[in-house]
């Protein structure tokens, strides 16, 4: 087990309303990243927080926000919802230094927009 | 064309074959490279991370070549528990990871 963890892991929505995932990351872990996967897809990187900021940001609209916690905890809200926004959404956690890190993943939230 | 590529397969290969997988990327700038392994789903595990002198861990083999722009896997003695979706990762320094698709691998008896 990785000990990041991420709540809920199912949720149903309706188009236009707004979700709220939350991630837990790993403890010692300084950085979280949220990936929205689709099947048969790779994980597709919507941000990185970093010490509260976000540090990099993918190809995800505005309506794609999120938020990292001093304790290193992290949410990703989604406004507007489509449905092409139904995927797993997955939150990683590491710890940046230098150059190089290595990502330990959650077990995800599955998401769908009906 | 995208970032990161990889041959999706499917690879289908006897136990105790070897096997490898080759990956992509496009970014001149990326500064470091992983290989993880995620079965139907389930989230990603990380397998490796990937030096450029390459390295091993067990039956698994990573190396990086900078010029030519990929990575690669190899898997010597597969075994069934090997079955899975093998992901290769890129990271610049702008603290973007960029996934392939992943190559779905399948061992059979």
């Known amino acids: 087990e990785t000990g990041v963890t991420q709540s809920p892991t199912h949720l149903i929505k309706t188009r236009g309303q707004q979700v709220t995932l939350r991630c837990s990351s790993q403890?010692?872990?300084?950085?979280v990243s949220w990936y929205q996967q689709a099947l048969g897809q790779g994980p597709q990187f919507i941000f990185q927080?970093?010490?509260?900021?976000?540090?990099g940001r993918g190809n995800f609209p505005p309506r794609f926000s999120g938020l990292q916690f001093p304790n290193y905890s992290s949410e990703l809200n989604v406004n507007a919802l489509e449905l092409n926004d139904s995927a797993l959404y997955l939150c990683?956690?590491?710890?940046?230094?230098?150059?190089?890190?290595?990502?330990?993943f959650g077990p995800g939230t599955r998401l769908t927009v009906t | 064309r995208k970032e990161v590529e990889q041959d999706p397969g499917p690879f289908n290969v006897p136990e105790g074959a070897t096997v490898a997988f080759n990956c992509t990327y496009s970014?001149?700038?990326?500064?470091?490279f992983f290989w993880y392994r995620q079965d139907c789903r389930k989230e990603p595990k990380l397998l490796m991370s990937?030096?450029?002198s390459g390295n091993e861990d067990g039956r698994f083999t990573a190396q990086l070549n900078r010029a030519s722009q990929y990575i690669s896997l190899l898997i010597r003695d597969s075994k069934l528990s090997d079955s899975a979706t093998y992901l290769c990762?890129?990271?610049?320094?702008?603290?973007?990871?960029?996934f392939g698709d992943g190559t779905t691998l399948t061992v059979k008896p």
């Open positions: 403890s010692g872990h300084n950085t």
């Open positions: 990762v890129v990271n610049t320094n702008a603290g973007k990871s960029t």
């Open positions: 990683a956690s590491s710890f940046t230094s230098g150059r190089s890190y290595e990502q330990y």
């Open positions: 927080y970093y010490r509260e900021e976000e540090n």
């Open positions: 970014n001149s700038a990326s500064q470091s």
């Open positions: 990937v030096y450029s």
